[in-house]
């Protein structure tokens, strides 16, 4: 079944850009959905469909693909980005998240 | 605007039960699968089941199927997990979310609050 890997964390300075990455297999056949949780609090949908924003997000938030692996990108990251970031997409049936990664914004 | 609220979570022995609810609002509920996740304490998050806006079809995760039930109302704009046979492992934060797109192309714009089930003796 599918499984997707992320790295566990990522360090950026303010104002730098941060890339969080998701690979899996075949992943580059799906569509990849990624979702932004701060501590205590509710995940939040920051893209879907690999490259779409939902209304309210930023533009610094920003997807991709490559080969088997989708990437997030913040561009101009501010400290309020600091949070975990999960990617999701599907299996047969089957929702799968990535493990997360942990986004510090030093 | 878009309302999930959960309710039900609790403290609970090994192996026994428990129901969660998860109320909804601001939307036409029945027009929209929903779903099913958790996140153990410190942990990522999990999907543990889905049900389809008609509620024909349910979908579960490995570790869950054969003890939790999926199910909603839509007169009453509410969905609801069954879960039975409760482990030490299913400790977690249960969140409720609304299913947006089909197939492959779905994903989870709305997400409630979360109901701690913690299961412990």
């Known amino acids: 079944s599918l499984e997707l890997t992320q790295s566990p964390s990522v360090s950026v300075s303010p104002g730098q850009t941060a890339t969080i990455s998701c690979s899996g297999d075949?992943?580059?056949?799906?569509?990849t959905s990624w979702y932004q949780q701060k501590p205590g609090q509710s995940p939040i949908l920051v893209l879907y469909?690999?490259?779409r924003r939902p209304s309210g997000i930023p533009e610094r938030f920003s997807g991709s693909i490559s080969g088997n692996t989708a990437t997030l990108t913040i561009s101009v990251t501010q400290p309020i980005d600091e949070a975990d970031y999960y990617c999701?997409?599907?299996?047969?049936?089957?929702?799968?998240f990535g493990g997360g990664t942990r986004v510090y914004v030093l | 605007q878009v309302q999930l609220v959960e309710s039900g979570g609790d403290l609970v022995k090994p192996g026994g039960s428990l129901r969660l609810s998860c109320a909804a609002s601001?939307?036409?509920?029945?027009?929209?699968?929903m779903t099913w996740f958790r996140q153990a304490p410190g942990k990522g998050l999990e999907w543990v089941s889905y049900?389809?806006?008609?509620?024909?079809?349910?979908y579960y995760g490995d570790s869950v199927r054969g003890r939790f039930t999926i199910s909603r109302d839509n007169t009453k704009n509410s969905m609801y997990l069954q879960m039975n046979s409760l482990r030490v492992d299913d400790t977690a934060v249960y969140f409720c979310?609304?299913?947006?797109?089909?197939?492959?192309?779905?994903?989870?714009?709305?997400w409630g609050q979360g109901s701690l089930v913690t299961v412990s003796s």
């Open positions: 469909q690999t490259y």
């Open positions: 075949r992943l580059g056949e799906k569509y």
């Open positions: 601001g939307f036409s509920f029945r027009d929209y699968y």
């Open positions: 979310a609304r299913g947006y797109g089909s197939g492959s192309r779905g994903y989870f714009d709305s």
């Open positions: 999701q997409a599907w299996g047969t049936n089957a929702v799968i």
């Open positions: 049900i389809s806006s008609s509620g024909s079809a349910t």
